[in-house]
């Protein structure tokens, strides 16, 4: 039970650094006054590194439970998926 709520709580963490990027990213683009084609890639690419933060940090977790193969490719994209399904 303690294991599952640890586990709760990482993801919850990943989550939160997920929607926390998105924000940071908004205000990074308003702060540098982007607009238009300029804005839109910046948005893309600070997401896009944030997509990768978050996957660095479910392989991580993967290793910890001592994932392999398609047990942890499953858990990965389910992992990152809340991660960045929680910033939008």
């Known amino acids: 039970m303690k294991k599952m709520i640890a586990i709760a709580g990482v993801l919850a963490a990943i989550a939160s650094n997920a929607a926390f990027a998105n924000?940071?990213?908004?205000?990074q683009a308003t702060e540098k006054?982007?607009?238009g084609a300029a804005k839109t890639s910046f948005l893309k690419k600070c997401e896009k590194d944030?997509?990768?933060e978050a996957k660095k940090s479910c392989d991580a977790q993967a290793a910890d439970k001592?994932?392999?193969g398609a047990a942890k490719n499953s858990f990965t994209k389910k992992c990152v998926n809340d991660a960045t399904s929680a910033a939008k």
């Open 23 to 27: 924000a940071a990213c908004d205000a």
């Open 33 to 35: 006054k982007l607009a």
């Open 50 to 52: 944030a997509m990768a």
């Open 66 to 68: 001592k994932l392999a």
